[in-house]
C-alpha cells in the first residue's frame, strides 16, 4: 500500500488521472437522480468539456499568448473558448433531455438558459483552476531552478576561493622551506615531512565542500608546530582547541587557515621577545568560536595591514557562501594588538 502512495504521490500523470476520476464519479453520482444511462451521457460530456478547457488554457493560451505579451487575443480567445463549450454542451444536454424524454416544468428557451450558465459557471471554475496551477508551478519551477543557479555558482566561487588559499600556503611553506634550508640544514627533513602531511590534508581532504571539524584543527596543530621549527627559544604561541561535548561538526576545508597564517605573517616573533599568538578554537551547543590574537609588529608601515590582503578576504567570502547571516566577523585593530573574532552557528 505504502509503494503505491509512494507512486502517486511521486507522479503528476497520477495525480491528474485521480483528480479527473474524482470529478467524474462525482457528476455521476450527481446525475444519478434521473437513471444510469442519463448519468453516464452526461458525466462523461462534462468531463470531456472540462479537460478541453483545462488544457488547452494550460497548454496553448496561457504559454502561448499571455506570457508572450498577446494578452488581447488570450482574454478574446478565453472567453470564446468558455463561452463556444459552455453552448454546445447545453445544446448537447438539452438534445438528450428530449432523447430521454425527460420532462421539466420550464420552457425550452429558459431550460437551455439555465443549462448554460450552469455549464458556464463550471468551465469558469476550470479555467481558473489551470491558471493558478500553470502559475503555481511555473513559480516553484523558477525558484528552483534560481536555487540550483545560485547552489551552482556558490560552488564554483568557493572552489575557486579554496584554490587561492592553498595556492596562498603552498608559496608560504616553500618560502619556508627556503629559509630552513638556508639557515637551518638539521631541521630540514622534519621540516618537510611535517609539510608532507600538511600537503596530504590539502591534497585530499580538501577536495570535499565540507570536512570534519577535527581535521581542520589537526592541519592547524601541525601548522603551527611547522612554523614553531623556525624558532631557536619558544615563543609565546598558544593554540587551545575546546570541545568537551565532542560534538561532530563538518566545516570549509581550511576555513581558519588564513587567519592562523595572518598570525605569524604580521607577529614580529622574530625580533621581538615580548610578541605573542594566542589562538582559541572552541564548540559549544552547535557553536563555533574562533579567536586569534596577536601583537602588533612594532613599526606597522601600514595601518590595519593585517585587515586587508587575500587570506582574511577570502575567509569573508567563503563565511558569505557557506554561512549567510549565520555567523558574525569582528576585527579589532588596537596599537598593541590585532584581534579577530569568528562565530559560526551549525
Known sequence: MSKIFNQIRCSAKLQSLLIWMAIYILGFIQNLWINVEWAFKVSTLNLLCMMVVYYVTYNVLIPKLLIKEKKIL??????????????????????????ANIRIDADQEMKFVFSISRFATIFILTYAVSSIIFFYKRTTEDARQKEELLSEKKMMEAR????????HFIFNALNNIYSMTYFKDEYTSGY??????????????????????SKDVDYIKNFIDFQK??????????????????????????IFQPLVENCFKHTPLEVDKNSFIHILLEIKEKQIYFVAENSQPLIKNKPSSNGKGIGIENVKRRLELYFENKYSFTISDNPDSFKVELSISM
Open 229 to 254: 621549527l623556525r624558532f631557536e627559544n619558544d615563543k609565546d604561541v598558544i593554540f587551545t582547541y575546546i570541545n568537551k561535548d565532542e560534538t561532530n561538526i563538518s566545516v570549509p576545508p581550511m
Open 74 to 99: 488570450y482574454f478574446i480567445l478565453s472567453i470564446a473558448l468558455i463561452v463556444i463549450f459552455a453552448n454546445i454542451c447545453a445544446r448537447v444536454e438539452l438534445y438528450l433531455f428530449e432523447g
Open 192 to 213: 618537510v615531512l611535517k609539510l608532507a602531511h600538511m600537503m596530504r590534508y590539502v591534497m585530499e581532504d580538501c577536495e570535499t565542500e565540507l570536512t570534519p571539524l
Open 160 to 167: 575557486v576561493l579554496k584554490s587561492q588559499i592553498n595556492s
